[in-house]
Protein backbone atom coordinates (compact mmCIF):
# COMPACT_ATOMS: atom_id res chain seq x y z
CA UNK A 1 0.00 0.00 0.00
CA UNK A 2 0.97 3.50 -0.42
CA UNK A 3 2.26 5.58 2.53
CA UNK A 4 2.24 9.26 0.93
CA UNK A 5 -1.09 9.65 2.61
CA UNK A 6 -3.44 9.09 5.67
CA UNK A 7 -4.62 5.47 5.93
CA UNK A 8 -2.32 4.08 3.47
CA UNK A 9 -3.50 6.22 0.53
CA UNK A 10 -1.78 8.54 -2.03
CA UNK A 11 -2.17 12.42 -1.04
CA UNK A 12 -5.54 14.20 -2.04
CA UNK A 13 -5.36 15.59 -5.46
CA UNK A 14 -3.01 13.33 -6.99
CA UNK A 15 -3.29 12.06 -10.30
CA UNK A 16 -4.81 9.19 -11.28
CA UNK A 17 -3.35 6.00 -12.08
CA UNK A 18 -5.84 3.41 -13.65
CA UNK A 19 -3.00 0.54 -13.13
CA UNK A 20 -1.86 0.97 -9.71
CA UNK A 21 -5.73 1.26 -8.81
CA UNK A 22 -6.50 -2.18 -10.55
CA UNK A 23 -3.44 -3.47 -9.03
CA UNK A 24 -4.46 -3.10 -5.34
CA UNK A 25 -4.74 -6.16 -3.02
CA UNK A 26 -8.21 -4.50 -2.07
CA UNK A 27 -9.36 -3.92 -5.52
CA UNK A 28 -8.64 -7.21 -6.91
CA UNK A 29 -10.25 -8.69 -4.00
CA UNK A 30 -13.80 -6.26 -4.33
CA UNK A 31 -13.58 -7.38 -7.93
CA UNK A 32 -13.56 -11.04 -6.71
CA UNK A 33 -16.08 -10.45 -3.97
CA UNK A 34 -18.40 -8.93 -7.00
CA UNK A 35 -17.78 -12.06 -9.31
CA UNK A 36 -18.49 -14.60 -6.74
CA UNK A 37 -22.22 -12.23 -5.66
CA UNK A 38 -23.40 -12.58 -9.34
CA UNK A 39 -22.73 -16.69 -9.48
CA UNK A 40 -24.34 -17.20 -6.49
CA UNK A 41 -27.03 -15.59 -6.77
CA UNK A 42 -27.43 -15.68 -10.44
CA UNK A 43 -27.26 -19.65 -10.17
CA UNK A 44 -29.70 -19.76 -7.40
CA UNK A 45 -32.45 -17.41 -9.19
CA UNK A 46 -31.79 -18.92 -12.69
CA UNK A 47 -31.88 -23.04 -11.77
CA UNK A 48 -32.78 -22.53 -7.84
CA UNK A 49 -36.36 -23.41 -8.21
CA UNK A 50 -38.22 -26.10 -10.01
CA UNK A 51 -41.94 -26.28 -10.17
CA UNK A 52 -43.64 -29.21 -8.12
CA UNK A 53 -46.87 -30.87 -9.81
CA UNK A 54 -47.59 -32.40 -6.93
CA UNK A 55 -47.53 -29.45 -4.62
CA UNK A 56 -48.34 -27.48 -7.44
CA UNK A 57 -46.30 -24.58 -6.85
CA UNK A 58 -42.75 -23.61 -7.14
CA UNK A 59 -40.16 -25.09 -4.46
CA UNK A 60 -36.31 -24.48 -3.77
CA UNK A 61 -34.32 -27.43 -4.80
CA UNK A 62 -32.36 -27.01 -1.62
CA UNK A 63 -34.91 -29.66 -0.05
CA UNK A 64 -38.17 -27.56 -1.23
CA UNK A 65 -36.80 -25.50 1.41
CA UNK A 66 -37.53 -21.75 0.28
CA UNK A 67 -35.96 -19.63 2.93
CA UNK A 68 -32.61 -21.25 2.00
CA UNK A 69 -32.90 -20.21 -2.03
CA UNK A 70 -33.96 -17.17 -0.63
CA UNK A 71 -31.16 -16.39 1.79
CA UNK A 72 -28.54 -17.02 -0.94
CA UNK A 73 -30.14 -14.91 -3.06
CA UNK A 74 -30.38 -11.97 -0.74
CA UNK A 75 -26.61 -12.15 0.37
CA UNK A 76 -25.50 -12.18 -2.98
CA UNK A 77 -27.71 -9.48 -4.10
CA UNK A 78 -26.55 -7.43 -1.04
CA UNK A 79 -22.90 -7.95 -1.73
CA UNK A 80 -23.39 -6.87 -5.18
CA UNK A 81 -24.13 -3.82 -4.14
CA UNK A 82 -22.02 -3.56 -1.66
CA UNK A 83 -18.76 -4.88 -3.66
CA UNK A 84 -20.07 -1.95 -6.55
CA UNK A 85 -19.96 0.67 -3.62
CA UNK A 86 -16.62 -0.38 -2.44
CA UNK A 87 -15.06 0.01 -5.85
CA UNK A 88 -16.47 3.49 -6.17
CA UNK A 89 -14.91 4.48 -2.64
CA UNK A 90 -12.10 2.71 -3.35
CA UNK A 91 -11.78 5.18 -6.68
CA UNK A 92 -12.41 8.01 -4.49
CA UNK A 93 -10.60 7.24 -1.72
CA UNK A 94 -7.46 9.29 -2.84
CA UNK A 95 -9.55 12.30 -3.53
CA UNK A 96 -10.92 12.38 0.34
CA UNK A 97 -8.99 15.12 1.83
CA UNK A 98 -10.37 15.16 5.31
CA UNK A 99 -8.53 12.35 7.56
CA UNK A 100 -11.63 11.88 9.24
CA UNK A 101 -13.67 11.20 6.00
CA UNK A 102 -10.69 8.36 5.28
CA UNK A 103 -11.39 7.03 8.91
CA UNK A 104 -15.18 6.67 8.69
CA UNK A 105 -15.01 4.80 5.34
CA UNK A 106 -12.32 2.76 6.35
CA UNK A 107 -14.71 1.59 9.87
CA UNK A 108 -17.28 0.84 7.54
CA UNK A 109 -15.01 -1.55 5.58
CA UNK A 110 -13.88 -3.18 7.93
CA UNK A 111 -17.24 -3.72 9.94
CA UNK A 112 -19.52 -4.64 7.00
CA UNK A 113 -16.42 -6.64 5.22
CA UNK A 114 -16.12 -8.90 8.39
CA UNK A 115 -20.06 -8.85 8.90
CA UNK A 116 -20.69 -10.04 5.29
CA UNK A 117 -17.85 -12.81 5.82
CA UNK A 118 -19.74 -14.18 8.61
CA UNK A 119 -23.35 -14.14 6.55
CA UNK A 120 -21.30 -16.11 3.95
CA UNK A 121 -20.68 -18.59 6.31
CA UNK A 122 -23.70 -19.06 7.45
CA UNK A 123 -25.23 -19.20 3.88
CA UNK A 124 -22.24 -22.17 2.98
CA UNK A 125 -23.20 -23.89 5.82
CA UNK A 126 -27.45 -22.98 5.84
CA UNK A 127 -27.12 -24.42 1.96
CA UNK A 128 -24.52 -27.42 2.56
CA UNK A 129 -27.11 -28.74 5.13
CA UNK A 130 -30.44 -28.38 2.88
CA UNK A 131 -29.12 -29.69 -0.19
CA UNK A 132 -27.23 -32.80 1.77
CA UNK A 133 -30.85 -33.57 3.14
CA UNK A 134 -32.46 -32.89 -0.81
CA UNK A 135 -33.25 -35.52 -3.67
CA UNK A 136 -31.65 -35.46 -6.46
CA UNK A 137 -33.98 -33.25 -8.98
CA UNK A 138 -35.25 -35.57 -12.22
CA UNK A 139 -33.06 -35.06 -14.94
CA UNK A 140 -30.49 -33.51 -12.76
CA UNK A 141 -32.34 -30.30 -13.23
CA UNK A 142 -30.10 -27.95 -11.56
CA UNK A 143 -27.39 -29.98 -9.92
CA UNK A 144 -24.49 -27.62 -11.37
CA UNK A 145 -26.00 -24.47 -10.00
CA UNK A 146 -26.60 -25.35 -7.16
CA UNK A 147 -23.47 -27.21 -6.46
CA UNK A 148 -21.94 -23.34 -7.77
CA UNK A 149 -23.41 -21.36 -5.64
CA UNK A 150 -22.35 -23.39 -2.17
CA UNK A 151 -18.93 -23.59 -3.66
CA UNK A 152 -18.63 -19.88 -4.26
CA UNK A 153 -20.69 -18.70 -0.89
CA UNK A 154 -17.57 -20.88 0.72
CA UNK A 155 -14.88 -18.70 -1.47
CA UNK A 156 -16.78 -15.52 -0.69
CA UNK A 157 -16.23 -16.69 3.10
CA UNK A 158 -12.04 -15.89 2.34
CA UNK A 159 -12.39 -12.80 -0.15
CA UNK A 160 -14.98 -10.83 2.38
CA UNK A 161 -12.28 -11.66 5.46
CA UNK A 162 -9.30 -10.64 3.23
CA UNK A 163 -10.95 -7.09 2.65
CA UNK A 164 -11.24 -7.33 6.35
CA UNK A 165 -8.29 -7.75 7.16
CA UNK A 166 -6.45 -4.76 4.86
CA UNK A 167 -9.01 -2.55 6.43
CA UNK A 168 -8.08 -3.68 9.65
CA UNK A 169 -4.63 -2.82 8.40
CA UNK A 170 -5.34 0.33 7.37
CA UNK A 171 -6.95 1.30 10.24
CA UNK A 172 -3.67 0.71 12.57
CA UNK A 173 -1.69 2.41 9.90
CA UNK A 174 -3.47 5.57 10.12
CA UNK A 175 -3.57 5.39 14.55
CA UNK A 176 -0.13 4.88 14.57
CA UNK A 177 1.25 7.53 12.18
CA UNK A 178 1.65 10.62 13.91
CA UNK A 179 2.29 12.39 10.69
CA UNK A 180 -1.95 11.84 9.83
CA UNK A 181 -2.60 14.25 13.42
CA UNK A 182 -4.12 17.62 12.24
CA UNK A 183 -1.44 20.53 12.74
CA UNK A 184 -4.16 22.29 15.18
CA UNK A 185 -3.67 20.06 17.26
CA UNK A 186 0.09 19.32 17.32
CA UNK A 187 1.84 20.48 19.99
CA UNK A 188 5.29 22.27 18.47
CA UNK A 189 7.53 21.56 21.48
CA UNK A 190 6.44 17.96 21.35
CA UNK A 191 7.42 17.27 17.84
CA UNK A 192 10.87 16.25 17.01
CA UNK A 193 12.73 19.16 15.27
CA UNK A 194 10.48 21.68 16.35
CA UNK A 195 10.17 24.19 19.49
CA UNK A 196 7.73 26.36 20.76
CA UNK A 197 6.11 29.34 19.16
CA UNK A 198 8.57 32.38 18.59
CA UNK A 199 8.00 35.48 20.28
CA UNK A 200 7.22 38.39 18.56
CA UNK A 201 10.53 40.80 17.99
CA UNK A 202 11.72 42.80 20.42
CA UNK A 203 12.71 46.59 18.94
CA UNK A 204 16.49 47.52 19.61
CA UNK A 205 16.76 50.08 22.04
CA UNK A 206 18.17 53.42 20.41
CA UNK A 207 20.28 55.87 22.11
CA UNK A 208 19.98 55.20 26.42
CA UNK A 209 16.62 53.75 25.74
CA UNK A 210 13.00 55.41 25.40
CA UNK A 211 12.75 59.31 25.25
CA UNK A 212 11.38 61.49 27.60
CA UNK A 213 8.17 63.06 26.68
CA UNK A 214 7.81 66.46 25.12
CA UNK A 215 6.60 68.27 28.50
CA UNK A 216 7.27 67.88 32.29
CA UNK A 217 4.69 68.11 34.43
CA UNK A 218 5.75 71.46 35.65
CA UNK A 219 5.80 73.06 32.15
CA UNK A 220 2.59 71.43 31.28
CA UNK A 221 0.80 73.69 34.19
CA UNK A 222 3.46 76.75 33.53
CA UNK A 223 1.53 76.36 30.22
CA UNK A 224 -1.72 75.61 30.99
CA UNK A 225 -1.52 78.83 33.57
CA UNK A 226 -0.24 81.19 30.58
CA UNK A 227 -2.90 80.39 28.32
CA UNK A 228 -5.91 80.41 31.07
CA UNK A 229 -4.09 84.71 31.89
CA UNK A 230 -4.22 85.59 28.41
CA UNK A 231 -8.07 84.28 27.71
CA UNK A 232 -9.76 86.20 31.11
CA UNK A 233 -7.34 89.16 30.20
CA UNK A 234 -8.81 89.01 27.10
CA UNK A 235 -12.42 88.78 27.59
CA UNK A 236 -12.00 91.87 30.36
CA UNK A 237 -10.71 93.93 27.03
CA UNK A 238 -13.46 93.21 25.39
CA UNK A 239 -16.27 94.11 27.82
CA UNK A 240 -14.27 97.47 27.85
CA UNK A 241 -14.26 97.17 31.66
CA UNK A 242 -10.51 96.61 31.80
CA UNK A 243 -7.22 96.87 30.05
CA UNK A 244 -4.40 94.87 30.05
CA UNK A 245 -0.86 94.27 29.79
CA UNK A 246 1.78 91.59 29.90
CA UNK A 247 4.73 92.21 31.61
CA UNK A 248 7.40 91.17 30.47
CA UNK A 249 7.55 87.52 29.03
CA UNK A 250 10.75 85.24 28.01
CA UNK A 251 10.32 82.46 25.66
CA UNK A 252 12.90 80.21 24.61
CA UNK A 253 12.65 77.49 21.88
CA UNK A 254 13.81 73.94 24.24
CA UNK A 255 15.68 71.33 22.49
CA UNK A 256 12.30 69.16 22.05
CA UNK A 257 11.01 71.89 19.57
CA UNK A 258 8.40 73.08 22.12
CA UNK A 259 7.69 76.24 23.77
CA UNK A 260 8.15 76.71 27.34
CA UNK A 261 7.11 79.53 29.84
CA UNK A 262 10.04 81.14 31.95
CA UNK A 263 7.70 83.85 33.54
CA UNK A 264 4.77 84.97 33.42
CA UNK A 265 3.58 88.49 34.86
CA UNK A 266 -0.32 89.29 36.23
CA UNK A 267 -2.48 91.32 34.34
CA UNK A 268 -2.96 94.46 35.61
CA UNK A 269 -7.08 95.58 35.62
CA UNK A 270 -7.30 99.44 35.28
CA UNK A 271 -11.00 100.23 35.92
CA UNK A 272 -12.36 103.71 34.70
Not at 61 to 70: F, G, S, T, V
Not at 125 to 134: A, K
Not at 162 to 169: L, Q, R
Request: charged share 15%; glycine share 12%.
Amino acid sequence: MDGGGAYGAGKAGAPFDPIQFVQRPQVILRAACLLFAIIVFGCISSQGYRYDHKDEKEVCLYNKDNNACNYGVGIGVIAFLASVGFLVGEYMFEQMSSVKTRKHYVLGDLGFSGFWAFMYFVGFCYLTNQWSMSETPEGGFGVNNLQAAIAFSFFSVFTWAGCAWFAFKRFMQGKDDAAFAPSYEADPGSMPGGGPYASYPVAQEGDGGYQEPPFSGSQTREFAQYSLLLTICHVEMKEGQAAWSVGRTRCVLSTRSVFIVKRVSLCQARHT
